[in-house]
C-alpha cells in the first residue's frame, strides 16, 4: 500500500457489523465479560477502545513502527514516553526544543532526578560530548521549533546505537507525509497531533509510535498506569483528519513555497528560516531525510514593535499559538510559545523579540500575500 492510499486504508477501517465505512465513536468505558477473566479483546477504555485502537493501529503503520498510542495531548504524549525512565537517568535533548518540552523536562523532570544536557544535535560533538554513564536517552526535534534547525536523523541513530540509547524524535513538524524517523533508526516517534494530523484546530492529542515489541510492551504497560489516554470522540477526528493529510500537506507545501519567494522582495524582513530554502543551514540533511520541507517559516522583522504592527494589521493571518491547522496561524515565539525559556537562553538560541513565526494554511496563496503587504505596509 502506497503512502497516500495508507492514510485512507491503513490501520482499521470501518465497522464489519454494518458495513459502516468510518470506524464508530466508541463511547463506551466497561465491556461486558462472557466469564470471569473471559472478554473480547477490551475491558476497560483506559486499558483499550476500538475506536482508539483503530487510531493506534493506523499512526503505526504510516509511521512504520509496530504499534502506535494515542494521548490527550501531546505533553501527555510525552510525559508519558519520559515514565519509561527512572530517577538517576540523564538524557540529552535537542536545545531548540518545544516551548512545552523544555518545561517539562527542566522543571518537572528535574523534581524526580532525571538529569538533562539540552545540545544542539546538529553538531555530533556536542552530543558525544554530552554523554554519561547514566545517559540513557536521546530526544530530538528536526526541524526545530520556531528556527527549523537540522538534525541529521541517521547519525544520532549511531550515536544511539554505541551507547544504547533510547532514540526519540518529535516529528510533529514534518508528520508521518514528509518524513518517518523509524526508518532512519528512531526507537520512538511522538506527534502531537493537535497539529497536522488533526489539521483543524479543534482537537487536542498526542501519538506515540514505537519500533519494537519490547518497546510496544512497554509503552501499553506505561499507558495503562499513567492513563493520560485519548477518548473516543478525538481519536475518531484525528482518523477523520489523517485521511486528508496527504493532501492538505502537498498543498501546504505549495503555498508555502509560494509565500517565501514573496517574502525575499521585502527588506523589511531578514533571516527567513525554512529547510526549504537551499541556502538554509541543513538543508542537504533535510532533503535526504524528508521528503519535503512542509508548512512552518519564521522571519525576522527586526524588533519588538515591527512585530506588534504586522500583527495588529494582519487579517487572514490569525494570532495564535499552534500550528498545522487549515487556517494559517502566526506568532511570536519570544512571547507566546517560548515565553517559558529564560530570556539569555532565548537570545542565545535566536528567538529574538522580533522573529516572527507562520504557520502556513490552505487559503488562496495570493490573499496570503496581499494579507502581508498591506500589513508591513501598516
Ligand atoms: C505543540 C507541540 C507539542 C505539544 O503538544 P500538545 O498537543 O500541545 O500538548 C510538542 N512538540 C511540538 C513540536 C509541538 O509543536
Known sequence: MRRKTAFIHGGITGDDHTGAVSVPIYQVSTYKQDQVGKHRGYEYSRTGNPTRHALEQLIAEIEGGVAGYAFSSGMAAITSIFMLLKSGDHIICTDDVYGGTYRLIANVLERFQIDVTFVNTA??????????????????ETPTNPLLKITDLQLVATIAKDYQLRYIVDNTFSTPYWQNPIEHGADIVIHSATKYLGGHSDVVAGLVVVKDEVLAEEM????????A???PQDAWLLMRGIKTLAVRMEEIEANTQAFIQHLQFHPEISNIYYPGIPTHEGYEIHRQQARGAGGMVSFDVGSEENANQLLSNL????????LGAVESLISVPAKMTHASIPTERRIELGITDGLIRVSIGLEDIEDLKEDIDQALRG
Open 123 to 140: 553538531n555530533e560533538q556536542a552530543i558525544r560530548n554530552a554523554i554519561q554513564p547514566n545517559t540513557r536517552a536521546i530526544y530530538v
Open 220 to 227: 501499553h504497560y506505561v499507558q495503562n498506569s499513567v492513563g
Open 229 to 231: 489516554v485519548l477518548g
Open 315 to 322: 487579517r487572514y493571518f490569525t494570532l495564535a499559538e499552534s
